[in-house]
């Protein structure tokens, strides 16, 4: 199975980095394929540790690919890094080996703790939209013109019908990175 979260990792200087990606649970393993080159992935070679942050938020998943990385953290509880303060629920994992690869390396972890925060509510429709356009945006340049607009089409029916603030915030943002992908690739 594969679950879209938002990994945070720490360097060792103590920086803390937010990542949406989807990762692998199978068993009691959770593995984490951060593409070569990425922060995640020498993050976690470097410090051996990340949080996987359940999170609603979709602004978060957004952001991340908008460059809106300023959210709020709080303090991991058994290793050291930081959560979301927005996720519902958080696991703190530990690297235990690694299957390597020269473009996408797969990193198994253990948990070592799971913390919820807050009762999961139910997502809406445009919540499942903004995620998969998020998605889109982080594969614009190996996607043809039509088949992105073909699936934004798509997502546009369940963000007009459910669609909060929270959630036309985020569209926005991946709309306004669309846009600029389209007119750098007609110039």
């Not at 649970?25 to 359940?54: C, E, G, M, Q, W």
């Not at 609603?56 to 998943?61: G, I, K, P, W, Y």
């Not at 809106?68 to 958080?90: F, N, Q, T, Y």
């Not at 669609?163 to 915030?169: P, S, Y």
Request: charged residues 20%.
């Amino acid at each position: 199975m594969i679950q879209e979260i938002i990994v945070t990792t720490q360097n060792s200087m103590g920086t803390t980095h937010i990542a949406p990606m989807g990762v692998h649970i199978i068993d009691n393993d959770i593995i984490i394929l951060p593409f070569r080159p990425s922060t995640t992935l020498d993050n976690l070679l470097t410090t051996k540790t990340a949080a996987i942050n359940y999170c609603d938020d979709v602004r978060v998943f957004a952001g991340c690919l908008t460059g809106r990385r300023d959210w709020p953290m709080k303090p991991a509880e058994k290793i050291i890094g930081s959560v979301l303060s927005c996720a519902l629920a958080h696991t703190e994992v530990e690297l235990t080996r690694i299957e390597q690869d020269p473009i996408r390396p797969k990193l198994f972890c253990k948990t070592v703790h799971t913390v919820n925060h807050s009762p999961f509510q139910g997502f809406n429709r445009a919540q499942y939209s903004v995620l998969e356009a998020a998605i889109l945006v982080s594969r614009l340049g190996r996607l043809s013109p039509e088949k992105i607009e073909a699936e934004l089409s798509y997502l546009r029916i369940g963000l007009e019908k459910t669609a909060g603030d929270r959630e036309l915030e985020a569209w926005s943002w991946l709309m306004v990175l669309i846009e600029n992908h389209k007119s750098e690739n007609d110039a």
